[in-house]
């Protein structure tokens, strides 16, 4: 018995794949039109966009650690155990499109996106930096945005009610 892909996998990894360039494309367009530590406002007050670097992790998290390469490469071996959990229940789940597996597209997509600038720069470039009346956001990055909006549809996905095997048998008699 041979075990297939799944039939909606490449469909998935065509979303990480559209995330992770527009990751790279967003990141690299930063790099080159605004200085290190610079802004453009865009909502006056609100959103603008930067250019800083991140050494740690979110919330620049250990970004301050008395050993950086530590800290670095503990977040590229987590970051990289993480996307690998993700890609096999990408690979168990992926016959069918689902809220779980585009979140776990999402959240694949954006490990990959972070660990690719941790190995490759040691750090990673964040630039929307968000303020809401008094309270800033710390920077993140189309990476940061696709973990967050996957595990925010995990979350909502967990809470959805589902319909137990009983139950659908009982609706079909």
Same mark, same amino acid.
């Given at each position: 018995m041979s075990i297939g892909i799944p039939k909606r996998l490449p469909w998935l990894l065509v979303i990480s794949a559209l995330i992770i360039l527009a990751d790279r494309? %967003?990141?690299?367009?930063?790099?080159?039109?605004?200085?290190?530590? =610079?802004?453009?406002?865009?909502?006056?007050?609100?959103l603008r966009i930067t250019h800083w670097t991140n050494e740690g992790a979110a919330f620049s998290m250990f970004a301050e650690?008395?050993?950086?390469?530590?800290?670095?490469?503990?977040l590229v071996g987590f970051s990289l155990i993480a996307a690998v959990v993700v890609l096999v229940a990408m690979v168990r789940l992926g016959s069918?499109? %689902?809220l779980t597996t585009v979140a776990l597209a999402l959240v694949?997509? =954006?490990a990959l996106g972070n660990v690719h600038d941790r190995i490759l720069y040691g750090s990673v470039v964040d630039f929307i930096e968000v303020h809401i009346f008094s309270y800033h956001w710390?920077?993140?990055?189309?990476?940061?945005?696709?973990?967050?909006?996957?595990?925010c549809l995990l979350l909502l996905d967990s809470l959805w009610p589902r319909k137990t095997q009983a139950a659908e048998a009982e609706l079909q008699a």
């Open positions: 494309v %967003t990141k690299k367009w930063v790099e080159a039109r605004i200085p290190l530590g =610079g802004a453009i406002p865009v909502i006056p007050h609100v650690s008395a050993s950086p390469h530590l800290v670095r490469w503990m069918a499109f %689902t694949f997509a =954006g710390p920077d993140f990055n189309v990476a940061d945005s696709s973990i967050v909006t996957g595990a």
